[in-house]
């Protein structure tokens, strides 16, 4: 797989750019926004959603309105991105906004309790990390119009 080129990119942004004004509209899209705010995105489903898409490279960051390295500090968990870049990233990757939000299963899995790490080559195991299902509490006071925010920096 090819990353996109800076032509790909830029489709991609005014693609999620149509989106976003589409995407204000609703209830849905309210509660989508105060989900946000709560700090509720899980970096892993980035990194799923991502993964999925086949996107990768700086084009990701530029199509998400960010620069590098943002995205994938994002999926790092250390930065938390703003709800137009959630909204522009919800549309690249085809995923509604919400589905960020979804931690998957209740119960964590550790994968060194199952069959697969038994089909994992011995690097692979080594190079193996859980999935990050949150942000830091820092990543998410720091981004503008989060409810952190506001409290960190305004209140």
């Known amino acids: 797989m090819t990353p996109p080129t800076d032509p790909d990119a830029a489709q991609l942004r005014r693609r999620a750019a149509r989106s976003l004004a589409d995407n204000r509209r609703g209830d849905a ?8 705010a709560a700090g509720e995105i899980v970096p892993f489903r980035i990194t799923q959603a991502l993964d999925g898409a086949g996107l ?17 500090e994002w999926e790092a968990g250390i930065r938390y991105p ?22 998957g299963l209740e119960v964590e899995i550790d994968i060194r309790d199952t069959t697969l790490w038994w ?18 509490e ?3 006071q720091s981004c503008t119009g989060t409810v952190e925010y506001h409290r960190t920096y305004l209140f």
């Open 29 to 36: 899209f309210a509660e989508v926004e105060l989900r946000w």
């Open 56 to 72: 990768f490279g700086p084009e990701v960051d530029t199509a998400c309105g960010a620069a590098e390295p943002a995205v994938d």
């Open 82 to 103: 703003t709800f137009e870049q959630l909204l522009l990233l919800a549309d690249i990757t085809g995923h509604a906004p919400e589905w960020f939000f979804d931690r």
């Open 119 to 136: 089909h994992l080559t011995e690097r692979q195991r080594q190079q193996w990390r859980p999935p990050i299902g949150e942000f830091t």
């Open 138 to 140: 820092r990543a998410i």
